[in-house]
Nanobody, 117 residues
Framework: QVQLVESGGDLVQPGGSLRLSCAAS????????MGWYRQAPGKQRELVAT????????DYTESVKGRFTISRDNAKNTVNLQMNNLKPEDTAVYYC??????????WGQGTQVTVSS
């Protein structure tokens, strides 16, 4: 079992920055990729960014490229999401995610990000 705990969500003005963190605990053996998803009110959950645990290969949804950066610290079992130049459309609950070699998914409880003036 893997437990994921997010932190860092907040209310921020457009153009501002936030840094989300995800602390993973439990058996990380077999985890191949971690990342962040988000879900806005009335919308489906969507992928934001992912990073492989081996090699650190990253992938981003088009709307956040150039503004968001995902990073990992395998020794500390943390994954971070640096979000710059935030826009109102980035408002959502952000979820940390991990997947293992058997394609089993783990989810955190979510952290709220609100971008508003």
């Amino acid at each position: 079992q893997v437990q994921l705990v997010e932190s860092g969500g907040d209310l921020v003005q457009p153009g501002g920055s936030l840094r989300l963190s995800c602390a993973a605990s439990g058996s990380m053996f077999g985890i191949v990729r971690m990342g962040w998803y988000r879900q806005a009110p009335g919308k489906q959950r969507e992928l934001v960014a992912t990073i492989t645990t081996s090699g650190g290969i990253t992938d981003y949804t088009e709307s956040v490229k150039g503004r968001f950066t995902i990073s990992r610290d395998n020794a500390k079992n943390t994954v971070n999401l640096q979000m710059n130049n935030l826009k109102p459309e980035d408002t959502a609950v952000y979820y940390c995610h991990a997947i293992n070699v058997r394609h089993f998914n783990y989810w955190g409880q979510g952290t709220q990000v609100t971008v508003s003036s």
